[in-house]
């Protein structure tokens, strides 16, 4: 009985804009994944072909093959943040409890959790990388570059949607899953030279070269568990 206690007009219109709005949005939310899975298993083979058709099957063709790829990647996650930002951000209901929790910011633990994670992982890859670039110049740059600017992408991508509660949690998700993609194609790729080493005939300079390599490969999965970790805290 008390005035304004229940309100009879903004819960009904409200549901009603959110169904009319994700019926209108139906075929524009299945381009989102599609996009999205689209930037990871095409370009690993698309690029590859092409390339390798135009140029020379040389080490500078696999860096721009990398290049593209992750390139390609960070296109297809802005186009699948659009998409969702449009299709999620029109149809939210005005103090609805979903609206509040995806307005709420981070907690202080996840927050605490994803700096200490992300200095960690910044340091340990800045570092491997030095130290193995004297004798894997190259096999360094393929493994560790591509990750490392995983985080920078990340770090500018969740400071665009901190206005943006619609998009604002899919940010470090995504990024934290291909994390560990980029980390998987890496960790394959040392194993795959460290194996190759096991072929050539015993020296100081394949001795060095190995070891290099078994470093970064224990580098990497160092790095895997704090990814893990990271995703884990989010979740």
């Not at 229940?6 to 959110?18: H, K």
Request: charged letters at 15%.
């Amino acid at each position: 009985g008390k005035t304004g206690f229940v309100s009879f007009y903004s819960g009904a219109a409200g549901e009603d804009r959110l169904l009319t709005g994700v019926k209108r949005r139906s075929l524009l939310w299945l381009l989102g994944p599609f996009v999205l899975v689209a930037s990871v298993v095409l370009p690993p083979y698309v690029f590859r072909t092409v390339f390798e058709y135009l140029l020379d099957d040389t080490v500078v063709t696999d860096f721009i093959i990398l290049f593209f790829t992750e390139a390609y990647f960070y296109i297809g996650v802005s186009a699948f943040l659009f998409v969702a930002h449009k299709f999620r951000g029109p149809v939210r209901v005005r103090g609805s409890k979903g609206d509040a929790l995806a307005a709420a910011s981070y907690t202080w633990g996840y927050n605490v959790s994803a700096t200490v994670c992300t200095a960690l992982s910044t340091v340990l890859a800045v570092s491997s990388f030095f130290v193995a670039w004297k004798y894997t110049g190259p096999a360094a740059i393929a493994a560790l570059v591509p990750y490392v600017s995983g985080l920078v992408v990340q770090f500018c991508g969740e400071k665009f949607a901190e206005d943006k509660p619609s998009i604002r949690p899919l940010v470090p998700m995504i990024f934290q899953v291909y994390r560990l993609h980029q980390l998987n194609r890496a960790a394959q790729l040392v194993a795959g030279l460290i194996f190759s080493m096991k072929t050539l005939e015993a020296s100081v300079q394949t001795t060095a070269i190995t070891s290099s390599l078994q470093m970064l490969l224990s580098s990497l999965q160092l790095l895997g568990i704090f990814s893990l970790w990271s995703l884990a805290a989010f979740l």
